[in-house]
């Protein structure tokens, strides 16, 4: 990750491990959502917009969002099954995806990811859903997880957890909350990614291009 100095392998070199794909049989978010409702008005009282709590707890870095996409959740599903999505395109510098990695959800991929910076480092994220609520218009809810399954020590923990709901035909809202135990990186990686992964989806269902960063 940006910022690693060498010296710092000789820190991390031991340190317990998390990788290995073990999701649960039924996803949802990694714990209770802390971060406030988003307020709305009379003339916009769902508005395309994300707020965060976040935090450090036994070590443990933690970023909770609540947000809103005017798209329906069918449309939110199709953009996180685009990879260019997922990616922390702010990190990750090279990536390449295998998919179908986790057969027993609807949608499985592990993103295969390098990093070249003062030394370079590569890890596997891999992420997972599952439809949980369809109606007649197609998905009514959906939820998806991932998970560092590889890789580099730099990065000790990281996971997530999206759970999108269909509030009106044109309005879904996203619940996220992540977890990180990395070298040199805190609270505000998280904060950081989960805002881009709401303006990717965003742009997307809007047949608008990604930000470049």
Known sequence: MRGVL???LLAVVGCR???GIDFPQTL?????NRAPALQGSDEVPYPQDIVFASGKDDGRYWAHARGYVHA?????????????VLVDRR???????VWDTVPRFDVSLTLQQTVHDVVTVSYDTTWVMEVQGETGLGVSQL?????KTDGTTFIDLLAGSLVATQVSPEVTELQMVAWLEATLRDEATLVSYLDDLHTDIVATVHGDPLPTY
């Not at 949802?28 to 209770?32: K, M, Q, R």
């Not at 990190?91 to 995806?97: P, R």
């Open 28 to 32: 949802g978010l990694l714990e209770a």
């Open 17 to 19: 491990r998390h990788d």
């Open 91 to 97: 990190e990750i510098d090279e990536y390449t995806v």
């Open 6 to 8: 060498p010296v710092v």
């Open 143 to 147: 939820a998806a997880q991932w998970d």
């Open 72 to 84: 329906s959740t069918e449309e939110v599903f199709a953009a996180l099954q685009l990879p260019a």
